[in-house]
């Protein structure tokens, strides 16, 4: 059976028999150790709640909603400005309102930690052999840079972005953002030109925090000139703060509005400021991958996120004080939000800025060594490219300190589980872990008090009211459903910027089924509690980890003239494999030659990233549409997956069904 058939079978059959074998379990000292067997005891103590399991627990948590997250407000002991008024509002999904009346600052719960003396951030890049930062260091840079801010007008609500790699002063500048109630938004310096200001044009910042360049896989990349088109497409842009990270020399960037990092650390000073701000006030823009239009605009709040960050690190990632906090990240990912959130818990960020394959991919082993890591996260790519190249980490690092290790962005394959506590260290907990931009967590992952099966996530979060539904709106169990969130969470958006009506928040996720937030992917929650995910069940790229909007790809693709239109998907394999296919359909007279192919791609590859690159360029003679216009994406993906076309697809709603002929051919060959 091959890679396509493979998945195909997973998809279709019930899978109740099929047995995981377990790989960890967590000894009595452990559990007893971790924040969540705590909270269970604080809830026996001061709420009278007894509960038998996890799953007891679980279900308690989403049927009695404003009980349990007022008890993490107690049990996590929230600094409020203000009494709020109400747990949260009877209104439904998505316009349920939380702590109603209560004014907090998040970046002022990351500071609670904080001993001067001790060490904040620990960071390592191409350029850099590992550093540390103390938190002294840490607090004036965010009450230099605070000051700064000040003085040029920045107040609550404006939106200050920044275009940097994943560096100290991304950290520090998110910091100084939050604590003055300004709104953060971020995107990685591999992001093209383009792709920036998609995202950053929507939210119309002030000032723009960036670099002149940065090094990956041994490569300088000089950003100069797509920083100064960046810049020229953000009219409400009032000032600059210029990094010179790839050339110490680099010179500002043209403009009189614009200063030198080291020079604002010199010229202004202070302490850190934290402005009280209501529970939903806006902390930060994070983006869809743009399958639809331009990249969706997605704000949280503050309060939110907060109440979040704090359950999913204490009982999901049980991270405590002292610890060491890493995951494989850039400042475009919601992951890089995510690590930041580790210093509620009072633990040390560990920041890595380059390729996690250069000079080989030992490289973040030996800082997890070194470092040393007690909690290590990756996308599950990199942890099927170090099976896949047969690392033997044990024989090599000790890892002494290394508790857990953390996987997300893709579905983490069965084999790479079992390889993980063969190749990396035996007394393990391996937290695979899934849930995206557009709440800022995972809503399933880890779970200190149960065991780790092969393949399976451990449970769902406390709070986030998961399950999996067949074609009729009913859940399942032991099949494959789509995900599905039935109840409010504090973290969902509280909107998309310059969304009038909520009109592509309420397409986003609760078009399929009404007050139900549908997820987009595919999973399968077993009799134990457990979840596997198959990846997507829409039409999003979900690329090395990292989700791509197909959007992205055709505005790329618009500017290649030899093609008329295009239509991409991914398919994911087994064995954590990916086949993203592009189908173009090419104007008149021309020819799918390699000089052409090497167009298409190398254009995607500078308008964008080489994520958007796709593995094979198809020629077609015609795309599916809808009668209203819209291509068929998600259908053509199960069609290549062999799903039968009555279940793919409805050709009656199509305006030129005998498109699908080829893609039906084409899935057949896939799966010969």
């Known amino acids: 059976m091959n890679q396509v058939a493979s998945i195909k079978y997973q998809l279709d059959c019930s899978m109740s028999s099929i047995s995981a074998r377990k790989l960890w379990q967590p000894d009595p000292k452990f559990q007893e150790q971790s924040h969540l067997y705590h909270y269970v005891q604080w809830l026996k103590e001061n709420r009278a709640l007894h509960f038998e399991n996890y799953n007891n627990l679980w279900e308690w948590s989403v049927t009695e909603i404003a009980a349990f997250w007022e008890s993490l407000w107690e049990y996590f002991q929230i600094k409020s400005y203000t009494t709020y008024s109400e747990v949260m509002t009877a209104d439904p999904m998505p316009y ?12 002022e719960h990351l500071f609670r930690h904080c001993k001067e003396d001790q060490t904040a951030i620990i960071y390592q890049s191409e350029m850099h052999s590992i550093r540390h930062m103390t938190w002294k260091e840490v607090s004036l840079t965010v009450g230099s840079l605070q000051q700064y801010f000040t003085q040029q007008g920045v107040v609550a609500g404006d939106r200050v972005v920044a275009y940097l790699p994943n560096i100290p002063e991304a950290t520090i500048s998110f910091m100084a953002v939050c604590g003055l109630g300004a709104v953060w938004s971020s995107c990685s310096p591999d992001f093209g030109s383009n792709s920036v200001i998609e995202r950053f044009q929507q939210i119309a910042p002030k000032v723009f925090i960036t670099v002149d360049g940065y090094q990956y896989n041994g490569k300088a990349f000089d950003r100069s000139e797509v920083v100064r088109e960046i810049m020229a497409q953000l009219p409400t842009l009032e000032k600059v703060v210029f990094i010179p990270y790839l050339d110490r020399e680099a010179e500002l960037p043209g403009e009189a509005n614009a200063i030198y990092w080291k020079e604002l650390l010199v010229q202004y000073t202070g302490t850190p400021v934290f402005t009280p701000v209501p529970f939903d006030h806006p902390i930060w823009v994070l983006y869809s991958s743009g399958t639809t239009g331009k990249p969706k605009a997605i704000t949280h709040c503050q309060g939110g996120v907060l109440l979040e960050h704090y359950k999913y690190l204490a009982f999901h990632n049980d991270v405590h004080a002292g610890e060491h906090f890493f995951w494989f990240s850039t400042t475009g990912w919601m992951m890089w939000n995510f690590v930041q959130a580790s210093f509620l818990m009072g633990a040390t960020i560990v920041l890595f800025d380059g390729s996690p394959g250069y000079p080989d991919l030992s490289v973040l082993w030996q800082l997890a060594e070194t470092a040393p890591i007690h909690h290590f996260g990756a996308g599950a790519p990199y942890l099927v490219a170090c099976m896949q190249n047969e690392l033997q980490i044990k024989s090599e690092f000790a890892l002494s300190e290394l508790r857990s290790i953390g996987s997300t962005g893709a ?246 069904p005998d498109s699908l002929d080829f893609f039906i051919q084409f899935g057949r060959r896939l799966a010969d």
């Open 96 to 107: 349920t309102r939380w702590f109603t009346g209560a004014s907090l600052n998040y970046a």
């Open 411 to 656: 579905p983490l394959p069965p084999e790479t589980f079992t390889w993980c506590y063969e190749s990396i260290k035996k007394d393990l907990w391996l937290c695979s872990m899934s849930g995206g931009t557009d709440l800022c967590t995972a809503f399933v992952g880890g779970n200190p008090l149960l065991p780790v099966y092969e393949g399976e996530i451990q449970c769902r979060a406390l709070g986030a009211a998961v399950y999996a539904w067949d074609e009729m709106g009913e859940p399942v169990v032991n099949e494959v459903g789509e995900m599905v969130i039935t109840q409010p969470m504090p973290s969902m958006p509280i909107y998309f910027w310059n969304d009038p009506g909520d009109k592509r928040y309420l397409e986003s996720y609760f078009e399929m089924y009404p007050g139900i937030w549908r997820h987009g992917d595919w999973v399968r929650i077993t009799d134990r509690g457990s979840l596997v995910i198959y990846g997507r069940s829409d039409a999003t790229l979900n690329r090395q980890g990292v989700r791509i909007g197909t959007a992205e790809i055709y505005n790329a693709i618009q500017k290649v003239k030899e093609v008329k239109d295009s239509l991409i998907v991914n398919l994911e394999l087994a064995g954590g494999r990916h086949y993203m296919p592009l189908f173009v359909v090419l104007a008149e007279g021309q020819n799918l030659d390699q000089e052409l192919i090497r167009k298409i791609k190398q254009t995607l590859r500078s308008e964008y990233s080489p994520r958007h690159v796709p593995d094979e360029v198809i020629a077609v003679k015609d795309i599916p549409y809808t009668i209203s216009g819209k291509k068929l994406e998600a259908p053509v993906k199960k069609i290549l997956l062999g799903i039968p076309i009555t279940k793919a697809a409805n050709p009656g709603a199509m305006r030129n």
